[in-house]
C-alpha cells in the first residue's frame, strides 16, 4: 500500500527538528510490529541524521522523497520548505501496515552535492540505503516469478529422471 506523508520545514521547523519528527513517525509506525524495535529505526536514522538534516535544510525531500518500504507499505515522505510549509496539515499519525512489517529498508535519495556524503551514511546501517527501491508492483511480481521459475525447475527436474 503506497501512502505518503508531507512535513513542514523552515519555517515551521529547523532541519533537526524534521528529522527528529520523521524519526519520531517512522518509530511510531514501525514498532506496532513484534518483529522491529524501536531502538533499531532510531539507530538507523540516528546514522543518515548528519546527511538527513542537510537533505533536509537544502529542499532536496521535496522533489525526491525519503521512502520507506516495510513489507507491503511504501511511504514516500517529503518535505516542503517556505510558502508551502506554512500552515501544512500534517498527519503524522502512524502508517496503517506497519505492524505487519518484518523487514524494512529507508532510503535515501543520492542528490548532487550530497551523493558522496548519503552513500557513506547508508554504509552505517543496514536499514539505509541509497538504491532507488523497487516499485511495489514490480517487486511482487518478481518475487511471484521467483518463485513459480523455482516451482517450475522441480517439476521439470522431476520430469528428467
Do not use: C
Not at 532510503?107 to 548532487?112: D, H, S, T
Request: glycine share 8%.
Amino acid at each position: 500500500m503506497k501512502r505518503l506523508r508531507r512535513v513542514a520545514a523552515a519555517p515551521e521547523r529547523t532541519a533537526g527538528e524534521v528529522w527528529a519528527t520523521i524519526t519520531d513517525l517512522l518509530a511510531n509506525t514501525l514498532e506496532r510490529s513484534e518483529k522491529i524495535e524501536r531502538a533499531e529505526i532510531e539507530r538507523a536514522m540516528q546514522a543518515a541524521g548528519g546527511v538527513g538534516r542537510q537533505l533536509v535544510s537544502g529542499g532536496h525531500l521535496r522533489k525526491n522523497p525519503l521512502v520507506l518500504v516495510a513489507g507491503e507499505m511504501w511511504l514516500e515522505i517529503e518535505v516542503l520548505s517556505g510558502n508551502p510549509a506554512v500552515g501544512l496539515e500534517e498527519n503524522l499519525n502512524p502508517i496503517p501496515g506497519g505492524g505487519s512489517a518484518s523487514q524494512w529498508s529507508l532510503y535515501l535519495p543520492p542528490v548532487e552535492p550530497l551523493a558522496k556524503l548519503v552513500r557513506a551514511a547508508v554504509k552505517e546501517d543496514e536499514h539505509l540505503t541509497a538504491k532507488e527501491p523497487k516499485a511495489q508492483a514490480e517487486a511482487a511480481s518478481s518475487s511471484k516469478a521467483a518463485a513459480f521459475d523455482d516451482a517450475a525447475l522441480a517439476a521439470w527436474a522431476g520430469e528428467r529422471r
